[in-house]
C-alpha cells in the first residue's frame, strides 16, 4: 500500500520560513516524480512545487519561484518543501504527491496523495 504522509505544517508570521517533509513507503520512490500542491477554503487545488526522478530538475509557479525551493532525498524516500519569505496568501493546506509521468502541474496527473499539512501565515 502506497503512503505519503506530510509534516511540518504550523503557523508562522509573514517573512518567515517553514519546511515541510513528506515521507514516502510502498513505492519506487526513485521512480516518481514529486510534487507539492496547495489548496486554501473555497479555492481550487495550486500546483506549488515538483522534482524530477533524480533531483536534478524542479519546477515552479511563479507565485513561488524564488522562494520555495523543493528537494528530494531518494536514500530517504523523502521529498522536502523549503518555504522562505513567506505571504498571508500562501495560507493554505499543502499536500505531497507523486506521479509517474512528467505531468508536474496538473493535479489529475499524480497517482498519489498525501493527507496534507495545514500552513498558516499571519500578517
Known amino acids: 500500500q502506497v503512503q505519503l504522509v506530510e509534516s511540518g505544517g504550523g503557523l508562522v508570521q509573514a517573512g518567515g520560513s517553514l519546511r515541510l517533509s513528506c515521507a514516502a513507503s510502498?513505492?519506487?520512490?526513485?521512480?516518481?516524480?514529486m510534487g507539492w500542491f496547495r489548496q486554501a477554503p473555497g479555492a481550487e487545488r495550486e500546483f506549488v512545487a515538483a522534482?524530477?526522478?533524480?533531483?536534478?530538475?524542479?519546477y515552479y509557479p511563479d507565485s513561488v519561484k524564488g522562494r520555495f525551493t523543493i528537494s528530494r532525498d531518494n536514500a530517504k524516500n523523502t521529498v522536502y518543501l523549503h518555504m522562505n519569505s513567506l505571504k498571508p496568501e500562501d495560507t493554505a493546506v499543502y499536500y505531497c504527491?507523486?506521479?509517474?509521468?512528467?505531468?508536474?502541474?496538473?493535479?489529475?496527473?499524480?497517482?498519489?496523495w498525501g493527507q496534507g499539512t495545514q500552513v498558516t501565515v499571519s500578517s
Open positions: 522534482v524530477s526522478w533524480s533531483g536534478d530538475n524542479t
Open positions: 504527491a507523486a506521479a509517474l509521468a512528467l505531468k508536474y502541474d496538473d493535479w489529475w496527473a499524480y497517482n498519489y
Open positions: 510502498g513505492l519506487t520512490f526513485s521512480r516518481y516524480l
